[in-house]
């Protein structure tokens, strides 16, 4: 029996979107099988070139089924939110069906990355999760095809917008696969968005990193007392066994 933890850890700017100070809000969603966590978001405030830490988390994540889809959604948006027409939540529990939906069986495809398009369920040597996950380059225009569909209405003002977004979604089993070819109980992804066109009198493009990690443990011993080490009960449902946010 393996629990995970999903966790964003923190983002690196190389360019803001704004000239000076990009103000960011992370929002943050994991979603096992039909079943969505509470979407978490971190308000970073004002930012400028560096590394950010975020911290958010969901822990004690169980799934005892290989074939069972475990995916995470992030989006960082520079601006006030509370000039948005659109709940971030929205986007982020959106984007986490479009990645589930792709993963369940029989759907015959496995693995999704939104900003590096799908990939073949076979997760070799030779082709190592990294490799597929390297490419962001279309990340805005999937994003933008997921507001489309979904009828969320976002507008944008002044300089605005998203400077990174992302779902990946992938059967636990992959999951594992994926741990076990970095020889540990950890897998940990470093995720590079270059930015969309801002309008004039903003900054240049912006270019944002953002590192995340799954960590898997195995229950050895009683689950109860794995729990209770955990500050968790051993309610049923896997709604239950998720954390509350964590901040850095």
């Known amino acids: 029996m393996h629990f995970y933890t999903v966790r964003i850890e923190s983002f690196h700017i190389d360019n803001t979107r704004s000239r000076h100070n990009d103000t960011d809000t992370v929002t943050f969603g994991v979603q096992v099988g039909d079943t969505a966590l509470p979407v978490l978001t971190f308000g970073a405030g004002d930012v400028n070139n560096g590394d950010h830490g975020v911290n ?3 822990g004690a994540v169980l799934s005892t089924d290989s074939q069972r889809p475990l995916a ?4 960082i948006y520079n601006g006030s939110v509370g000039e948005l027409s659109t709940n971030l939540n929205n986007l982020a529990k959106s984007l986490l069906i479009n990645g589930v939906h792709l993963t369940l069986p029989g759907s015959g ?3 999704v990355n939104l900003s590096g398009g799908t990939a073949p369920a076979s997760l070799s040597s030779a082709v190592g999760l ?3 996950l390297a490419n962001t380059s279309d ?3 999937a994003v933008a095809k997921v507001i489309a ?3 969320i209405n976002f507008v944008f003002p002044n300089c605005d917008g998203f ?3 992302d779902v990946i979604s992938m059967t636990t089993g992959q999951w594992d696969e994926a741990i076990d070819g970095q020889g540990g109980s950890l897998f940990r992804a470093t995720m590079h968005y270059p930015g969309s066109n801002s309008p004039d009198g903003c900054g240049s493009n912006s270019s944002y990193n953002v590192t995340w990690s799954v960590t898997r443990e195995t229950v050895t011993g009683s689950l109860r007392q794995f729990l209770a080490a955990r500050k968790r009960s051993a309610a049923h449902g896997i709604r239950a066994l998720a954390v509350s946010a964590v901040t850095a």
């Open 56 to 58: 958010l988390h969901f």
């Open 149 to 151: 569909e979904t009828a």
């Open 139 to 141: 990340w805005y225009v």
């Open 109 to 111: 495809i496995k693995f």
């Open 163 to 165: 400077v990174a977004a």
């Open 72 to 75: 995470l959604t992030y989006s």
């Open 130 to 132: 990294s490799t597929l």
